[in-house]
């Protein structure tokens, strides 16, 4: 099956706001093929499937945070979004039940692209700490490594080093010298 979103556009509208993975309520009107008005009353007609963890509105800074994200990235849906007086984020709970509101064949659809984005990314997450991981335990491995090295060399020095006393003079010694 032909996706009707491509995963990366829906990629890039997925933002980190207050420690959660959220998608801006334009973005997803946009994607949803509706007004943005529609897709929020919506949610505010069903207020009981959307706690404050799955739809929550944006703070005017948080607003004007993502502005400058938004603007510098794409224009879209989300250009005038710092001349909001309301914008409402929606985690990723809140688009599963998005999908139970929003009942055209379209929301279906792009629902299931975006929750395919959604596991995307969390295995790209995955994949990453993973690397994270192994590099923090090879930066152990290589200073440690350092270390090491460091004595062994100090050790070498060591023994190679030329001592520096005065050697004693051999033979007859009278008490003047020369």
């Known amino acids: 099956m032909k996706e009707m979103v491509p995963l990366e556009r829906i990629e890039n509208r997925i933002y980190q706001i207050r420690g959660q993975k959220v998608m801006l309520d334009r973005d997803l009107a946009e994607l949803y093929g509706v007004k943005t008005f529609v897709l929020n009353q919506a949610a505010k007609r069903n207020q009981e499937r959307f706690p404050e963890d799955f739809m929550f509105s944006l703070t005017r800074q948080e607003i004007l945070n993502i502005s400058q994200i938004v603007i510098s990235s794409e224009k879209g849906a989300s250009e005038n979004i710092k001349f ?22 379209r929301a279906v659809q792009v629902n299931v692209a975006i929750m395919r984005a959604f596991v995307r990314l969390r295995k790209v997450l995955a994949a990453n700490r993973d690397l994270a991981y192994l590099f923090k335990e090879l930066k152990h491995k290589v200073d440690q490594h350092d270390v090491e090295i460091g004595l062994i060399i100090r050790a070498i020095e060591k023994m190679i080093a030329v001592d520096t006393k005065p050697k004693s003079k051999i033979g007859f010694v009278t008490g003047k010298e020369d």
């Open 84 to 105: 909001a007086k309301n914008v409402n984020a929606f985690t990723e709970q809140g688009l599963a039940m998005l999908s139970g509101v929003l009942h055209s064949p």
